[in-house]
């Protein structure tokens, strides 16, 4: 009676010790030590940061491999499933206060550093120290700009960053009609849906490539330009960086919708990446607002 009770008992999948996570820990790493130097000229920085990236990408098609291989095998059942939507659920919470940081560090420049040195705050910090600084956003002229010489123009909210919010909320867009084809059972459809999604985050981050090279050819705005660069390309690269995250994970998931991976009653991996990628059209309406717009 006692095996019959402990037979009845839902049964969780307990994977086999894996590589992969300390594979994740070196490249990332290498990533940033490599990204860390690249900044500060070192000439050995840009091959440690390509050696970090190759690392993660290797990684990430080895393990996306290896949990799409333990699901087709049957591995995944009810309490894997919501295990795995639970994860989802605390990644994209630890990404909302990755992010919440960020712009905290914005806010707090812009309502309280900015205005100090100006003297709003205590005006012999400005009569004394910087006689000559004027305290206003976006910070072109810094304090001394012998140091660090600020940008010849801020980045502007028209022109490319509007197409980039475009873009950015049409490719919501599309990934919903492509779930909706998928409960729906109509291949073709999802199939459209999701390579259109594709290409949408594509042409995001080549108007982004773009903006950058802009930035610093005609603008002068570098991460050299001041707490204003520093800002600005930290947040936006940030961003970037999440959303090329992002293109790859709806590659992966577009092979799998491909080779039938999915039913209308299964597809937790597809609904997972839908949820990240509908934050990152969130987070990006917040910087345009919040980087480009005040």
Not at 34 to 42: E, F, I, M, Q, S
Not at 132 to 158: H, M, R
Not at 213 to 236: A, D, H, I, W
Request: hydrophobic letters at 50%.
């Amino acid at each position: 009676m006692q095996n019959h009770d402990a037979d009845a008992q839902p049964r969780y999948y307990v994977p086999e010790p894996s590589h992969w996570p300390i594979v994740a820990s070196i490249g990332l790493f290498c990533f940033f030590v490599g990204l860390g130097n690249w900044l500060h000229y070192k000439w050995y920085g840009p091959y440690i940061f390509f050696v970090g990236f190759l690392i993660i990408v290797m990684m990430m098609f080895g393990w996306f491999a290896k949990v799409i291989t333990e699901n087709k095998n049957g591995a995944y059942q009810g309490l894997e499933g919501t295990a795995f939507r639970r994860g989802m659920i605390w990644f994209i919470t630890s990404e909302v206060f990755f992010f919440s940081t960020f712009f905290g560090s914005l806010f707090f420049t812009r309502i309280w550093s900015i205005p100090l040195l100006g003297g709003d705050i205590y005006p012999l910090t400005n009569i004394l120290i910087w006689p000559d600084f004027s305290a206003v956003w976006p910070l072109i002229s810094n304090p001394d700009n012998t140091q660090f010489l600020g940008a010849k123009e801020a980045a502007s909210p028209s022109g490319i960053p509007v197409l980039n919010t475009l873009l950015l909320l049409s490719s919501g867009g599309t990934i919903t009609m492509a779930h909706h084809a998928l409960k729906h059972n109509k291949r073709k459809a999802l199939l459209f849906w999701m390579v259109l999604t594709i290409l949408l985050g594509a042409t995001f981050l080549g108007c982004q490539a773009f903006e950058y090279y802009e930035s610093y050819t005609e603008r002068g705005l570098t991460l050299n330009s001041g707490v204003y660069g520093s800002m600005f390309f930290l947040l936006t690269g940030f961003h970037g960086a999440h959303v090329t995250i992002g293109v790859t994970m709806l590659a992966v998931i577009l092979v799998r919708c491909a080779l039938g991976h999915f039913t209308p009653e299964r597809h937790f991996a597809f609904q997972g990446v839908a949820w990240y990628w509908h934050f990152v059209d969130v987070v990006w309406i917040m910087l345009f607002f919040f980087v480009y717009w005040f």
